[in-house]
T-cell receptor, first 113, second 116 residues
Framework: DSGVTQTPKHLITATGQRVTLRCSPR?????VYWYQQSLDQGLQFLIQ???????AKGNILERFSAQQFPDLHSELNLSSLELGDSALYFC????????????FGPGTRLTVT | DQQVKQNSPSLSVQEGRISILNCDYT??????FLWYKKYPAEGPTFLIS?????DKNEDGRFTVFLNKSAKHLSLHIVPSQPGDSAVYFC???????????????FGKGITLSVRP
């Protein structure tokens, strides 16, 4: 158990809909990272938050947004969903800004039908 | 453009033998490399790492070798055990610039199967 929790585990929704994925980092970790793993793809970095502020952006679509709250949990919002958004979404956390060793949650499997 | 490449999608080895998982990278700014292991229905877990100032790091049955000139690293598992069967991801990190970026760049992963 990494100490990182993600909800829900599975999510099935229709195209055009909006969903919110939630992540609680390990106790004491200030950085939260979001990754997307599509079929046959590695983990693609989406975005990082550190202590409530956005710190780094990767290949995140404009339809996607995230935030980190004062209690350090984070939410990833996916809107106008398309079939290609079906993927595993992982959250990871690290203690500091330089998240060399990141601890991953179990992931949320999103299926868009 | 895939900056971290794991060209072999799968590897099968006999229990007790050595498993060698390879990884190549193209970005010369990468200075820290990690291997993560992932079981089905779980998130990746950190396994072992190596800094670019070293060429070898060992932790029990796991050893990572780094060849900077070839931009190549490998993970050796000796002896391999059935419980090692998982997907292994190679990841790399570039140094921080003003603390602005600490993302990891991952390869696509290698599925290791250890036969009893």
């Amino acid at each position: 158990d990494s100490g990182v929790t993600q909800t829900p585990k599975h999510l099935i929704t229709a195209t055009g809909q909006r969903v919110t994925l939630r992540c609680s980092p390990r106790s004491g970790d200030l950085s939260v990272y979001w990754y997307q793993q599509s079929l046959d793809q590695g983990l693609q970095f989406l975005i990082q938050y550190y202590n409530g502020e956005e710190r780094a952006k990767g290949n995140i679509l404009e339809r996607f947004s995230a935030q980190q709250f004062p209690d350090l949990h984070s939410e990833l919002n996916l809107s106008s969903l398309e079939l290609g958004d079906s993927a595993l979404y992982f959250c990871a956390s690290s203690e500091g800004l330089a998240g060399i060793e990141q601890y991953f949650g179990p992931g949320t499997r999103l299926t868009v039908t | 453009d895939q900056q971290v490449k794991q060209n072999s999608p799968s590897l099968s080895v006999q229990e007790g033998r050595i498993s060698i998982l390879n990884c190549d990278y193209t970005n010369s700014m990468f200075d820290y490399f990690l291997w993560y292991k992932k079981y089905p229905a779980e998130g990746p877990t950190f396994l072992i790492s190596i800094s670019s100032i070293k060429d070898k790091n060992e932790d029990g049955r796991f050893t990572v070798f780094l060849n900077k000139s070839a931009k190549h690293l490998s993970l050796h598992i000796v002896p391999s055990q059935p419980g090692d069967s998982a997907v292994y991801f190679c990841a790399a990190s570039a140094p921080l610039i003003d603390g602005a970026n600490s993302k990891l760049t991952f390869g696509k992963g290698i599925t290791l199967s250890v036969r009893p």
